[in-house]
T-cell receptor, first 114, second 116 residues
Framework: DSGVTQTPKHLITATGQRVTLRCSPR?????VYWYQQSLDQGLQFLIQ???????AKGNILERFSAQQFPDLHSELNLSSLELGDSALYFC?????????????FGPGTRLTVL | AQKVTQAQTEISVVEKEDVTLDCVYE???????LFWYKQPPSGELVFLIR??????QNEISGRYSWNFQKSTSSFNFTITASQVVDSAVYFC?????????????FGKGTKLSVKP
């Protein structure tokens, strides 16, 4: 158990809908990262927050947004969902925001868009 | 551009065999970090090791060992006396310095099947 929690574990929804994925980092970690894992694209970095502020952005679609709250938990919002958004979404956390910091991953949320 | 290549898509071994998973990386950064993660069938990503670019010493942890060779840009992972519980997908990842520090670049993964 990494100490990173994600809810829900599974999510099934329809095209055009909006969903929110939630992540709680390990105790003491200030950085939260979101990754998407799909069969065709593999594991791709989406976005990073550090202590409430956006720190780095990857291949995140405009239909997706995220935020980190004062209690350091984070939410990833996915809107106007398409079939291709079906994937495993991981949250990770680390103590700091630097390259040396090890990222510990949560169990993931499996999103299925029908 | 940064890139991680895991050329072995799938490997199948019989229990107690040794197996090496290859990882080759590309980066222009002089300081960078390399990682291995394990993804068992249950789906979570489990951290195994972190190595920085200035430390080329090999590392051993139980049945696991890692060989980092900067000259060939490789960071290979060996499991000695494999067990069925080692069956998983293993990912090698790279993280350099720069604007997108959050960006862990993952390889495509190697699926290891250990048969009894």
């Amino acid at each position: 158990d990494s100490g990173v929690t994600q809810t829900p574990k599974h999510l099934i929804t329809a095209t055009g809908q909006r969903v929110t994925l939630r992540c709680s980092p390990r105790s003491g970690d200030l950085s939260v990262y979101w990754y998407q894992q799909s069969l065709d694209q593999g594991l791709q970095f989406l976005i990073q927050y550090y202590n409430g502020e956006e720190r780095a952005k990857g291949n995140i679609l405009e239909r997706f947004s995220a935020q980190q709250f004062p209690d350091l938990h984070s939410e990833l919002n996915l809107s106007s969902l398409e079939l291709g958004d079906s994937a495993l979404y991981f949250c990770a956390s680390s103590v700091g925001s630097g390259s040396a910091d090890t990222q510990y991953f949560g169990p993931g949320t499996r999103l299925t868009v029908l | 551009a940064q890139k991680v290549t895991q050329a072995q898509t799938e490997i199948s071994v019989v229990e107690k065999e040794d197996v090496t998973l290859d990882c080759v990386y590309e980066t222009r950064d002089t300081t960078y970090y390399l990682f291995w993660y394990k993804q068992p069938p249950s789906g979570e990503l489990v951290f195994l090791i972190r190595r920085n670019s200035f430390d080329e010493q090999n590392e051993i942890s139980g049945r696991y060992s890692w060989n980092f060779q900067k000259s060939t840009s490789s960071f290979n992972f060996t499991i000695t006396a494999s067990q069925v519980v080692d069956s998983a997908v293993y990912f090698c990842a790279l993280r350099g310095l720069g604007v997108s520090q959050g960006n862990l670049i993952f390889g495509k993964g190697t699926k290891l099947s250990v048969k009894p």
